[in-house]
């Protein structure tokens, strides 16, 4: 069973390491962005959103530098409990021996079971809003991704073995992963003549690729008569790039292993004093992996006429041949996906000295809608995802998030989280899922982001 474990270990590995929103206030409500986000937190999400500010800052210049990082953890099964029950050890350094009964759990979780993975650092980000000539916008962001389908045959065969008269597909399962640096270049202005509240914004994103991992192609199937004669058919094909044989990393982020080239697309449209809608697209591209690129080919077209004890068993998986060899290149597509969404104002009027009544927002609601474009690729999913999210502001200090998740990866999710604004710095803190911040240990959903922006150049 050497191969199947190796690949399980692997699938572990890039979930646990491995974007969808790396801002904190877009996380916390409910990961909607499209339409509620503004100036650094709108980099990603949506660029047309870059020149608005905060009801309260009057900043032209937002710089974020070494401080907006977070990870998103979404697993049907696997959390550190998990880990830790079955892939330690006994506790005496010995390899542990699973039991029947711990082996029907492990397959009750992890059978058809979509896992998706990400770690996102924001090296450094920069927002220019000129007084006449719109907004420029700079980031620089390192993410990871990673996703798997274990479909219940897979799961079913990797830990009881074969039965008689018992055919497995294997075709479905998928693992994907992959290891980016991003450089965001942004602009937004108001288009003239068509609506007052109509703004544009578009991003070049130049994009380094670091480690790659896809299954290319998997049509693999295993079946065993009442006579114990075993059969097989169909080929597994894996793609990678800046892994060595052994899957793992040649080096960190500093040796470059793929170019390519990525595009946002945003429109943000004011309804009325109170209502404005969004839209984007983002990461519209490629990268084209050219070092360290290898093709790993697994052929399952064997036939055994003997498996009754078990070192046979486990040979089996070592009969499917592995061949492995070096390609010139190969394409991969970035994780495309589709928002468009809504947000509501909250406006309470204010009697002041200086300049008569005055409308500050105590709130706003927001409705998203996301749609990616493949299962394939780490970073999207065709599972569309809903998304609610509300913040109150009761003064200009401070702001309390939350939100409601359903569909996508994330199946169903209550996100919270909070802002504080200090002078010119603000800092925010959000997870996509609440319920799991109490058991940690147990949680397979999980995420944790922070981001601290500083706002200078006031008028």
């Known amino acids: ?20 929103s790396s801002d904190a206030r877009n996380v916390a409500m409910g990961r909607t962005s499209v339409a509620n986000s503004y100036g650094i937190c709108a980099l990603d999400n949506n660029p047309a959103n870059i020149g608005i500010n905060g009801q309260f800052d009057k900043s032209q210049l ?19 409990e998990f880990y830790n029950n079955y892939f330690t050890g006994d506790g005496n350094g010995n390899k542990k021996i699973l039991t029947h009964s711990e082996k029907v759990d492990i397959f009750n979780s992890s059978k058809d079971t979509k896992n998706f993975g990400s770690v996102s650092n924001n090296i450094v980000s920069l927002v220019y809003k000129t007084p006449e000539d719109g907004t420029f ?36 399962f998928n693992l994907s992963f992959s290891k980016i640096r991003q450089i965001t270049l942004s602009y937004s202005n108001q288009i003239s003549g068509i609506s007052e509240g109509l703004t544009f914004g578009v991003s070049v994103k130049p994009t380094l690729g ?56 945003g429109l943000n449209l004011k309804l009325n004093d109170r209502i404005n809608a969004g839209f984007s697209i983002t990461d519209i591209g490629w990268v084209r992996w050219n070092k360290n690129t290898m093709q790993s080919r697994y052929d399952a077209n064997i036939e055994l006429t003997d498996l009754s004890d078990d070192n046979q068993l486990d040979s089996l998986l070592d009969l499917i041949k592995e061949k492995e060899k070096p390609v010139n290149s190969f394409t991969s597509i970035l994780p495309t996906n589709f928002r ?10 204010h009697n002041t000295l200086d300049k008569g009544v005055v409308n500050y927002d105590r709130g706003y609601i927001s409705l998203e809608y996301l ?28 702001s309390i998030r939350s939100g409601i998740i359903a569909g996508g ?14 002078g010119p710095v603000s800092v925010n803190i959000g997870t996509h899922n609440i319920i799991d911040v109490f058991d940690i240990k147990s949680s ?8 601290v922006i500083v706002g200078l150049l006031e008028p």
């Open 1 to 20: 069973m050497k191969t199947i474990l190796t690949l399980f270990l692997v699938m572990i590995s890039a979930i646990t390491h491995a974007q969808v």
């Open 62 to 80: 937002h710089f974020s530098l070494f401080s907006s990082f977070g990870y998103v953890i979404n697993s049907g099964f696997i959390s550190y």
């Open 137 to 172: 916008g700079l980031s620089i962001s390192d993410e990871m991704y990673g996703r798997s389908y274990i479909p219940v045959d897979f799961a079913e065969f990797a830990l009881f073995g074969n039965e008689i008269n018992r055919s497995y597909d294997f075709s479905e």
């Open 210 to 265: 670091y480690q790659y991992f896809e299954t290319y192609g998997n049509n693999i199937t295993i079946f065993t008569n009442d006579s114990n004669e075993v059969s097989g058919s169909g080929i597994a094909t894996f793609r990678t790039a800046g892994l060595d044989y052994g899957f793992e990393p040649v080096s960190g982020f500093s040796n470059i292993a793929g170019f390519g080239i990525g595009f946002d697309l």
């Open 340 to 349: 468009i969404g809504l947000m509501y104002r909250f406006i309470e009027p």
């Open 371 to 398: 749609q990616g474009f493949s299962d394939k690729y780490a970073g999207s999913s065709l599972d569309p995802r809903v998304s609610i999210g509300a913040e109150w502001i009761p003064d200009r200090m401070f």
């Open 409 to 422: 990866e994330d199946k169903f999710a209550l996100s919270f989280g909070a802002g504080g604004n200090f």
């Open 444 to 451: 397979s959903r999980n995420s944790l982001m922070i981001t």
